[in-house]
Structure formats: structure tokens, C-alpha cells
């Protein structure tokens, strides 16, 4: 069995659980979710006829009619293109983004010893080596103390495969979009970055893992939804959000597209190689909404569920070292409910946000480019080194008179 | 200068921008009061929370109400209650009823005795604007009419659906009225309609098995007698 449950805590087999588990399947579905969502909010009725015989499902199944359309396409290649380049360009623009996802902590630490029984936080906090808690499952592919500067890092080299696409293609209006690809990227990237800063301020460590379990305050629960970070950096989750939408090249910031003007960098495109472009997009929006979600909602956590089960009141105690909840009224649960709750909890956050950069991306018209640079260097930029020293002077403050 | 011009030096200044100065030179040319959008407007985040708001509330009340009946949203009823805002009609299984005078796939009308009304007076390929119509013109038998055609032939891809055929035909022999359209094709001879299936088209969209027009048309009162 140990070597069931090392296999199971390989970061391949996790990476691969969370890619062919939640990524993949929910980016193809949101292919969908997005024509289906853009036609409610505008009186039409959407992609609704793609069956199998006589399953429907309200055209849930369209994602497979597209895959099985695109792959089957005529793989065309212009004559003037830089066949590698041309070629390497969609690998580029989705590989960053599966790999980052490895940051991601999609779940707790599972105990398989204790899968069935209640899970004794005090002796978890106090005795960690003890058998019970042996052979310990991380649901995160890989958890790096510099983890969310690894993402940042990584996405960055996403740019690449819209501007190399540009380029190779041999193309004016390609090279347009690709360069406008970049200049967006990086005009971006910068107050992406920074609007992150407060947070890692305020909790003190820049791995996602610690942030979920920690919170922003050690006097409070980790789980409890008034301890996560939307509400104690508030401004920075406005701020992030936006720049990290343009990160994704979407509406209203789909200026590399640019689809009135010069149809974007991958013009040349065609068939599954257009399509990874577009599925790297959509990987893209389940990122970024799996980023907000661990940094600003909690990750994993459902409200008031500690790992032993829901409890209401109670007050944090030092064990060992460590902060646990103790006390207030409990409804003690087996360990993999908890997990399982966890996950779905983790599931769901994600989705919901998918669906509101959805809604974003079919509410706001898109920007010129020189507003687009406005936007980022002129409004977002500021109000982020100013958060960040407004955060960090609050910190001080509050490490001075021991309120966190 | 025409009177047009006239007419725009001297608009009232209620229309329009707000006229701060008028040149002395040319009257046309004027100072005007630039209305720009106020701060909260200008506000990206205020406009934001505004069209999500909207967006929001179209979303909700599409995906949890009930979409109108095929015979409401034809009827351009507004929903009620608990019904949602789409118009869409899904086209195969649901059909938009087409107005009384809708002008579909020609036909070609009998006599009580079942031959063909027209008589080749060649009326209607005269007046055709597409030239789509070819009549050849034979001798009857029937002693009372001077000619039928033997051949009576409309090409379907080249009909504009202008309607002029009927107009001008004298004895009430081709009509327009099956509220059907001329049929997908594979092969663009398949699209001339020759006078067998001109004759066998059905009218009011199916609702008369035959063609057969009453001699002597149906009387002075056949609108109200509909």
C-alpha cells in the first residue's frame, strides 16, 4: 500500500491528476459554457443541438462535435511560414500554462491511514511523524517557498508563443498581434506582479500551499471566509483580477487579437493548431480563476470546516509550534468527507469564477491599444506600489501592537 | 445659395451642442460646448459594476425562466411571469408564421375540369425582371380557348420573388401563395420547376390538397367570404 500512496504523492501522477482531472475537462467545457453563456446574456439560446443519438444535454457535448472538427481539419501551412517556428508556437503558448499549474494546491493533505477515522488535529500539530499520519498525500504538484514568483516566471514565457506565432508566420498583421501580444504582456505583468505584493506582505510567504492553510490572520481559522484575503486585500483582488483578465488576451483586452483590425497572431492558423492556441486561452481562465481562488478565497477551504469537522466559535491554540483550532461547537466528520468537501469546495470556487471572466468578457467592449497602456501603466501600476505600501505599513503597525 | 442652407444657419440653438461664440466671418463656423463624460462616468469600475449589473440580471432571468411559446414569441407577446427573454426560434422543429401575403414557390392553377388554367398569352415572361419564366405555347383542344402552353417552365435560382408574374396574368394562372419555399437542390436543373410540379404545388401552405380556381374567379366578395 506504501507504494500505492507513492505513487499517488509523484508530482507526474498529481500534475497528471489535476491536468486530465479538473484542467482539461474544464477548459474544453468552457468552450462551450462561453457561446452558451454570451447567447443567455443576450436573448439567444446558444450552442444547444450537438447529441449523441438521443443525449442532448443542452449541448453540453458541442466541445467534442469542435475537437473531433478541428483535428480532422486540413493541416494547412502557408508556403513562406518558418516551418519550425510556425510549428512550435501553439506547443509554446500552452505548455507554460500546464506547467504552472503545478503551484496550484487543489486539495489538503491526505492521511490514508486515517482516512476513515476523525482526523486528531492536536496530535497531527504535536506527533507528525506518528504512523496515523504516515504516507501523507499533498495535493499540490509542487510546493515551492518562492511558488507564486514560479507562476508569474512561467506565464511570462506563454508570450512567447503569441509572438513567435506572429513572427513566424510571415505575415504584417500576424507580426502586428504577436507585438502587440508582447507589449500587452509585459505593460501587464508588472502590475499583476506588484497588485500580488500586499498578500505576500500580509501572510508572509509567497507559497500558495501556506497561504490557504495560514490565512491572513493567525488569530482566526484559516477556513474561516472572513480570514481569507478578499476582504483584507480587497483592492488588491480588483487590481489583480484585471490585469491578470489581460493576461489572458480576452475581451475587453483582446487588443493582440484585435479581431476587427488584424484578426491577430494566429491568422495563419488553422485546424487543431489554431485550436491549441484557443485551448491555451481557455487554460488560461481556469488558471487564473484557480490563482484567485487560492490566494483570495481560500484555496480548498470550505467556511468553518477544520480538518476534524465543522466548528462554530473556538479559539486558535499553540501546538507544538503550530496554530490549531480548538473549542466553539464541533460536528466532527471522517477524514475523507472533509477531503472530499474540500475538494468539491475547491471545484466549485474555480468554476464560479470561470463563469464571472466570462461574464467580464461579454459585458465590456474592448479597449484601444492606448488605452490599454493607459489602463495598465497609468492606473493600475500606482494604485499597486500604493497598496503595497499602504499593506505593508499596515503589517508594521499591526506586528507592533500584536494584532495578528 | 439654396434654401437648405438657409434653413440650417438659422436652426434653433436648442438643437444640438450648446453655441458658445459664432464667427463673424462665416457664420458656419462656431464654438461649441464639448459635453465630456463626468468623472463617475469616465470611471471604468462605476461603468463596470453597471453593465455587469445588466448582463447579470438578462443572464438569471434567461437561464431560470421559460422560454415562450412558438406561438407567443410569433405572436411578439411580451413575457410574462416567469418567462425568460429569448427570441430565438429553433428553426427545423419551431417555424416563424410567415405574414398573409408572404410570397413563396409559384404554382399553377386547374380549371374545374382539371386542365391548366394558363393560355400562353405570354404575359408573365414578358414582365419577369430575372427572365426565368420559358413558356412554348401549343393549340388547345377545347374550342373555347385559343392556346395552353406545352411547356411551362420556372427556374427557381433565377426568380427574384418580385411577384410580377402574378400581377400580370390575366386569368388568375399562376399564383404565389403555397407560403412554401423553392426546395434545396443538388443539381441546378433540379431547381427548374417544370408544369407537372408547378401544377402539383398545394396552396396555402398545404392547406388546399388542390389548385383548382373557381371560373370566373370566386366573386366580387371573396375577401370577406376568406
Known amino acids: 500500500m506504501s507504494i500505492l500512496y507513492a505513487i499517488l504523492d509523484n508530482p507526474a501522477t498529481k500534475w497528471l491528476l489535476v491536468v486530465m482531472g479538473l484542467v482539461m475537462p474544464l477548459a474544453s467545457l468552457l468552450t462551450w459554457a462561453e457561446r452558451r453563456q454570451s447567447a443567455m446574456m443576450q436573448d439567444r439560446l446558444g450552442p444547444n443541438r450537438a447529441n449523441i443519438g438521443p443525449i442532448k444535454l443542452k449541448g453540453i457535448i458541442h466541445f467534442v462535435a469542435d475537437a473531433v472538427k478541428m483535428i480532422s481539419k486540413e493541416d494547412f501551412i502557408p508556403g513562406s511560414v518558418h516551418r519550425g517556428l510556425f510549428a512550435l508556437a501553439p506547443i509554446l503558448a500552452i505548455a507554460p500554462v500546464l506547467i504552472a499549474f503545478a503551484i496550484i494546491p487543489f486539495g489538503p493533505t491526505i492521511f490514508p491511514h486515517s482516512y476513515t477515522a476523525n482526523l486528531d488535529v492536536v496530535a497531527l500539530a504535536s506527533d507528525p511523524t506518528n504512523h496515523s499520519f504516515a504516507d501523507s498525500i499533498r495535493l499540490q504538484v509542487a510546493s515551492f517557498d518562492y511558488g507564486l514568483l514560479f507562476y508569474f516566471a512561467v506565464l511570462t514565457l506563454a508570450n512567447y508563443g503569441g509572438t513567435i506565432a506572429g513572427w513566424a508566420s510571415y505575415n504584417k498583421w500576424a507580426l502586428l498581434g504577436g507585438l502587440r501580444s508582447s507589449s500587452q504582456m509585459m505593460s ?13 506582505i500580509l501572510v508572509g510567504s509567497l507559497e500558495p500551499g501556506f497561504m490557504v492553510t495560514a490565512g491572513a490572520s493567525s488569530k482566526l481559522s484559516a477556513s474561516n471566509p472572513l480570514n481569507w484575503l478578499w476582504l483584507w486585500q480587497f483592492p488588491a483582488l480588483l487590481l489583480f483580477m484585471t490585469a491578470a483578465i489581460a493576461e489572458t488576451k480576452r475581451a475587453p483586452f483582446d487588443i493582440p ?24 486561452e481557455f487554460i488560461e481562465i481556469v488558471f487564473i480563476s484557480a490563482i484567485i481562488t487560492t490566494v483570495f478565497f481560500g484555496g480548498w477551504q470550505v467556511p468553518f470546516l477544520d480538518a476534524d469537522g465543522f466548528r462554530i466559535g473556538g479559539h486558535m491554540v ?12 464541533l460536528l466532527k466528520l471522517p477524514h475523507f468527507a472533509v477531503t472530499a468537501l474540500q475538494l468539491a469546495a475547491f471545484g466549485l470556487k ?9 461574464m467580464i468578457r461579454w459585458t465590456l467592449p474592448r479597449f484601444r491599444a492606448d488605452q490599454l497602456m493607459n489602463l495598465g501603466w497609468k492606473v493600475l501600476l500606482p494604485a499597486a506600489l500604493g497598496w503595497t505600501m499602504l499593506t505593508a505599513l499596515f503589517k508594521l503597525v499591526a506586528m507592533n501592537y500584536g494584532w495578528m | 445659395m439654396g434654401s437648405s442652407h438657409a434653413h440650417d444657419d438659422h436652426a434653433p440653438a436648442t438643437a444640438g451642442p450648446k453655441v458658445l461664440a459664432v464667427s463673424t466671418v462665416s457664420p458656419k463656423v462656431r464654438t461649441i460646448a464639448v459635453v465630456r463624460p463626468s468623472d463617475a462616468e469616465a470611471n ?11 448582463t447579470l440580471k438578462h443572464f438569471a432571468k434567461n437561464l431560470f425562466g421559460r422560454r415562450r411559446t412558438v406561438a407567443q414569441l410569433n405572436a411578439g407577446a411580451a413575457p410574462v411571469g416567469l418567462q425568460n427573454d429569448i427570441e430565438t426560434i429553433q428553426y427545423p422543429e419551431e417555424k416563424v408564421v410567415y405574414p398573409e401575403r408572404f410570397r413563396g414557390l409559384h404554382r399553377l392553377m386547374q380549371r374545374d375540369d382539371g386542365q391548366v388554367r394558363c393560355v400562353a398569352c405570354m404575359c408573365c415572361p414578358t414582365v419577369c425582371p430575372a427572365n426565368c419564366i420559358t413558356i412554348i405555347p401549343e393549340q388547345s383542344d377545347d374550342k373555347g380557348i385559343e392556346k395552353r402552353p406545352a411547356v411551362f417552365e420556372i427556374d427557381e435560382l433565377r426568380c427574384v420573388v418580385c411577384g410580377l408574374c402574378v400581377e400580370a396574368c390575366p386569368c388568375d394562372a399562376i399564383r404565389m401563395d403555397s407560403g412554401v419555399h ?10 427548374v ?25 370566386a366573386g366580387a366578395d371573396w375577401r370577406t367570404k376568406a
Open chain 1, 257 to 280: 487579437e484585435g479581431e476587427p483590425e488584424i484578426i491577430g497572431y494566429f491568422v495563419e492558423y488553422s485546424g487543431m493548431r489554431w485550436g491549441i492556441f484557443f485551448l491555451a
Open chain 1, 350 to 358: 474555480v468554476v464560479l469564477l470561470c463563469w464571472f471572466q466570462l
Open chain 2, 182 to 191: 423553392a426546395k434545396p437542390v443538388e443539381e441546378r436543373g433540379h431547381a
Open chain 1, 188 to 200: 501587464y505583468e508588472v502590475a499583476m506582479g506588484l497588485s500580488l505584493m500586499g498578500c505576500f
Open chain 2, 193 to 217: 420547376m417544370t408544369k407537372a410540379k408547378l401544377l402539383a404545388v398545394s396552396g396555402d401552405n398545404g392547406k388546399s390538397p388542390t389548385s383548382i380556381a373557381v371560373q370566373g374567379g
Open chain 2, 44 to 54: 471604468y469600475l462605476g461603468a463596470t459594476k453597471t453593465g455587469l449589473g445588466i
Open chain 1, 318 to 329: 499553540d501546538v507544538a509550534g503550530q496554530q490549531v483550532h480548538l473549542g466553539g461547537w
